[in-house]
């Protein structure tokens, strides 16, 4: 059996997902290793619904199918969640390996955090002239961010360097929250710090922007340090000074240690420091790798702008496929012509899995949607293999990946929740392709394709909706047959389009016999049961093709194209035989009958339909006549 690792991770956290994939990449690709990566975007400022759509993904590997689990638990942005994995991991005996924080019961690489971020502030305090400090922290419950949080403090107070509870700004990661507490710190009526530490380097550069876009310049007024040393870091102006996390080192380590588990089966612990990297944001010298970083970076900003175009192009083509399908039952077939002809940034590999409650909801509520987890068979809607396009209806969700058992070679498999909120449509598998993680398009598509989605569930249920509505306008809510409106809409279209085919109808008028007397007698809800009995027996009797109206409050007509002129008469007989019989079933206290009128239309003919209709009433009226006379005799 091929070996294959999982990996779970947040891919907000790219700069450095990025490089741990690398690592894992390095180690796995020696060895034929296949590497699933189920990949979230959460954050603390989502809800707590579509965060759970997005953790839903969590929940679909069976975790003991695969010789181990590299777990990212600070990226996922919820201790909740990534409690529960880590319960689960344990529980069931999984190999697991946690990369960047000590979890209990886990291996864990890391690099050690608090160590790295006295680095920091050492050089702070003993190359420069630092008495007051800020810092711009994680999320509060975020091991990372107060590890390093604690290493600044304890350095600051070595040296006699304040840090207040009321200068440590808690921002969750978050850009928004890191302009807000720059603002802050810019207007406190005390000054501006010495200098702004910063958790990450993201926080960095954005506290940096904020301050130049009010006016104060950096490192002149107010230093600033970062943590991570993400790619931008050396481009921006001023480059950050940073700590660099070994993080290939850490993925390869990660990777490396779930297999001396399995030979060993003890927990395996490795821990590194980052390396501090120069920047201008402290005041240094010069950084002589900012230039060069900052005329590639201009160059990719210019491809960048060209593919979000092209990109943006591709998420409004995959929208409009999705919506040329009519009902769920061609949106497979739809997807697969759209996807064979388009998927350059799909790839070989890729595919859309569907719950099939997505299917079974799409006409009513949610419920089912919004339960966690997935069933045991789910239906590939669209997958790509080959250059070709192919769908799966009854596809086992163990297995996973379509076709895996005909890969060769070790890929790396990112598997991302299709939902919208906390409905789960299911999830998107795109193969060899951290290239849309690193740069955070995928993040986009997904959120787009489940937009898609959910408008087309949407779209399909205002459909039904619509349907329904008119089939309303045009039925009599007593029978279920055609109304009035029907007679228009249904039978006036039938008729004009069989005489451009000069084809002929059969008209037949029905009355109900002494309906006045039954109501006048017996009430009306007696006189509402004959109707209804009518009616059922008029769509028992009667072809399944031909159309059957009430016409009036006694009166009914149907109308249907001519096959064998001689039938029509037994329709007649059979209809009013069994409408007395059917009466004498249901023991109503009164005798059921109903009178017939029919005719032939000709195409040849210059009669109207009214014409027709008007005609089949009179006959219908000879009939009953000459029935009543016969009763009398």
């Known amino acids: 059996m091929k070996k294959k690792i999982a990996v779970i991770a947040n891919g907000w956290y790219n700069r450095g997902l990025s490089d741990i994939m690398k690592g894992i990449t390095a180690y796995t690709g020696q060895r034929g290793i296949d590497v699933f990566l189920f990949l979230t975007y959460s954050t603390f400022r989502d809800s707590v619904e579509y965060n759970d759509g997005e953790f839903n993904i969590h929940r679909l590997p069976k975790y003991d199918d695969y010789d181990g689990v590299i777990f990212i638990p600070d990226s996922l942005s919820s201790p909740r969640e990534a409690e529960r994995l880590r319960s689960e991991f344990v529980d069931n005996g999984v190999k697991a390996v946690s990369v960047g924080t000590q979890v209990e019961g886990l291996s864990y690489v890391s690099c050690n955090n608090y160590e790295s971020m006295c680095v920091m502030c050492r050089h702070l305090a003993k190359d420069h002239d630092i008495k007051r400090a800020a810092f711009i922290a994680g999320h509060k419950d975020n091991a990372e961010s107060n590890e390093r949080l604690n290493g600044c403090r304890d350095t600051f107070d070595k040296y006699g360097i304040r840090l207040d509870d009321r200068d440590v700004f808690y921002c969750n990661w978050e850009y928004e929250a890191v302009v807000k507490a720059a603002k802050k710190i810019a207007t406190d009526k005390r000054g501006l710090p010495d200098v702004i530490v910063c958790a990450n380097d993201v926080g960095a550069m954005a506290v940096c922007a904020t301050l130049e876009n009010m006016g104060y310049s950096i490192p002149k007024d107010v230093k600033v340090t970062g943590y991570d040393n993400v790619y931008l870091t050396r481009a921006f102006s001023p480059s950050i000074t940073t700590m660099a996390q070994p993080y290939e080192e850490m993925g ?30 402290c005041g240094c010298a010069h ?31 995959i ?51 919004k339960e966690m987890g997935y069933g045991r068979s789910m239906k590939v809607v669209v997958a790509l293999s080959k250059n070709k396009a192919y769908g799966i209806d009854d596809f086992e969700t163990k297995d996973l990946i379509p076709q895996y058992k005909n ?18 449509f299911g999830y998107v598998i795109m193969k060899d392709a951290m290239d849309h993680v690193e740069d955070r398009s995928l993040y986009a598509y997904m959120s787009r394709l489940g937009e ?23 039925k009599d809510s007593l029978t279920g047959l055609y109304n009035r409106y029907g007679y228009d809409s249904v039978i006036r279209k039938r008729y004009i389009n069989d005489l451009s085919k000069s084809e002929r109808d059969v008209i037949i008028f029905i009355d109900i016999n002494r309906l006045k007397y039954i109501n006048d007698t017996f009430g009306h809800l007696q006189g509402d049961m004959a109707i209804r009995t009518i009616g059922t027996v008029i769509n028992e009797c009667i072809p399944k093709e031909w159309v059957a109206i009430r016409y009036g409050g006694d009166e009914f007509l149907i109308f249907g194209a001519l096959k064998e002129e001689p039938s029509v008469d037994y329709l007649c007989e059979r209809l009013t035989s069994t409408i007395e019989k059917r009466g004498e079933e249901l023991r109503l206290p009164y005798r059921l009958s109903a009178s017939c009128g029919h005719l032939v239309t000709d195409p040849s003919s210059d009669m109207t339909l009214e014409q027709y209709v008007e005609t089949a009433d009179k006959y219908m009226y ?4 000459r029935s009543y006379l016969k009763e009398q005799q």
């Open 252 to 281: 390869y380590d990660s990777a490396l240690a779930i297999y001396e588990m399995a030979q060993s089966d003890q927990c395996v612990v490795k821990n590194s420091i980052s390396k501090l990297i120069i920047g201008e944001s």
């Open 287 to 317: 950084d002589e790798a900012a230039l060069s970083a900052r005329k590639k970076l201009a160059a990719e900003n210019f491809l960048t702008s060209e593919n979000n175009i092209i990109f943006e192009r591709t998420s409004i083509d």
């Open 319 to 369: 929208e409009n496929a999705i919506f040329k399908s009519k009902s769920y039952e061609d949106l497979s077939a739809v997807l697969q012509e759209y996807f064979k002809a388009n998927h350059e940034y799909e790839r070989d590999g890729f595919a859309i899995v569907l719950k099939h409650a997505y299917a079974q909801n799409i006409y009513s509520d949610d419920t089912d949607l």
């Open 407 to 424: 890969t060769k070679g070790s890929h790396v498999y990112v598997i991302s929740s299709l939902h919208s909120r906390n409905n789960i």
């Open 452 to 474: 898609s989605f959910e408008k087309y569930r949407k779209i399909m249920r205002l459909d039904q909706v619509n349907a329904r509505l008119r089939e309303l306008s045009v």
């Open 622 to 625: 000879e009939n009953k006549r």
